[in-house]
T-cell receptor, first 114, second 109 residues
Framework: DTAVSQTPKYLVTQMGNDKSIKCEQN?????MYWYKQDSKKFLKIMFS???????INETVPNRFSPKSPDKAHLNLHINSLELGDSAVYFC?????????????FGSGTRLTVV | GDSVTQMEGPVTLSEEAFLTINCTYT??????LFWYVQYPGEGLQLLLK?????DKGSNKGFEATYRKETTSFHLEKGSVQVSDSAVYFC????????FGTGTSLTVIP
């Protein structure tokens, strides 16, 4: 009964490869997010989708492309992976207009590019 | 714009010591305030929250009071345990979410 689930938990890949991370939430939330956490634990928002529509797109290389097939899923595809993409990526969700309840986070995907 | 500033770590305490992690915020509206905790190798979990001035959030022995006059939401615990070792994030929500930079806490026996 995991609320926000991400797969895979760990991903090790070579530079130049293309990879995807999947996220699903079963909370009935309308909005989903991708965050990147660097080695110093700093959290940076990358994207936000509301009901399958992109609403936040921070300054992120266009090698990163989010895809939301429905409001319960938000996947992250990364092309031509670089060493600097190594980080932990977190998916999160919230109910539209009820952000004061906070976000629910997935357990993260640790991406290592070698 | 809105922002959150929290004290830098790392913080190291002995078991049963008193904990304070400072957090101040800047906001144009009336945000909700949160503390999230990230245990090693895990995602962020909501620890406590407060939605309006003078509200006190509490959970697992941790407390924080929403102080509008000082724009603060400091996290406190009277007696920390080894199991409290984690990274703590202060955050605010005012339509958008803003996280602080995180404070690493290590509690030693």
């Amino acid at each position: 009964d995991t609320a926000v689930s991400q797969t895979p938990k760990y991903l090790v890949t070579q530079m130049g490869n293309d990879k995807s991370i999947k996220c699903e939430q079963n909370l009935g939330h309308d909005t989903m997010y991708w965050y990147k956490q660097d080695s110093k634990k700093f959290l940076k928002i990358m994207f936000s989708y509301n009901n399958k529509e992109l609403i936040i797109n921070e300054t992120v290389p266009n090698r990163f492309s989010p895809k939301s097939p429905d409001k319960a899923h938000l996947n992250l595809h990364i092309n031509s992976l670089e060493l600097g993409d190594s980080a932990v990526y977190f998916c999160a969700s919230s109910r539209e207009g009820q952000e004061y309840y906070g976000y629910t986070f997935g357990s993260g995907t640790r991406l290592t590019v070698v | 714009g809105d922002s959150v500033t929290q004290m830098e770590g790392p913080v190291t305490l002995s078991e049963e010591a008193f904990l304070t992690i400072n957090c101040t915020y800047t906001a144009t509206g009336y945000p909700s305030l949160f503390w999230y905790v990230q245990y090693p190798g895990e995602g962020l979990q909501l620890l406590l929250k407060a939605t309006k001035a003078d509200d006190k959030g509490s959970n697992k022995g941790f407390e924080a009071t929403y102080r509008k006059e000082t724009t603060s939401f400091h996290l406190e615990k009277g007696s920390v345990q080894v199991s409290d070792s984690a990274v703590y994030f202060c955050a605010l929500s005012d339509r958008k979410f803003y996280f602080g930079t995180g404070t690493s806490l290590t509690v030693i026996p």
